[in-house]
């Protein structure tokens, strides 16, 4: 079974920055055969793709209402997946979500269906 633990949320005024954090529990070698990926589920809405990250790291993918604000990246040696996330606005407010994919491979997926191991969530609130 696989826990991953997000942390790093926060309140934060509109224009400013946080950095959230994905901790894997599966092993080294383990965590680097799959794809991860952000996504948000803000109150009444349903839950929606952020970004994806490959394997390897290399390739990435972004929803365009985050693209040039968000950047997500991973640390393999260390288990761990990131979003840095700057310029937050009030829309940017909503529990986010990191997940695994549920096949191995190095293609980031934006569908949520792809993915099959979840963390609790880390709530993030922007105000104007």
């Known amino acids: 079974q696989v826990q991953l633990a997000e942390s790093g949320g926060g309140l934060v005024q509109a224009g400013g920055s946080l950095r959230l954090s994905c901790a894997s529990s599966e092993r080294t070698f383990a965590f680097g055969m799959y794809g991860m990926g952000w996504f948000r589920q803000a109150p009444g809405k349903e839950r929606e793709f952020v970004a994806a990250i490959s394997r390897s790291g290399v390739a990435t993918y972004y929803a365009d209402s985050v693209k040039g604000r968000f950047m997500i990246s991973r640390d393999n040696a260390e288990n761990t997946m990131y979003l840095q996330m700057n310029s937050l606005n009030p829309e940017d407010t909503a529990v986010y979500y990191c997940?695994?994919?549920?096949?191995?491979?190095?293609?980031?997926?934006?569908?949520?269906?792809?993915?099959?191991?979840w963390g609790q969530g880390t709530q993030v609130t922007v105000s104007s």
């Open positions: 997940g695994r994919k549920r096949a191995i491979g190095s293609t980031p997926s934006v569908q949520a269906d792809d993915y099959d191991y």
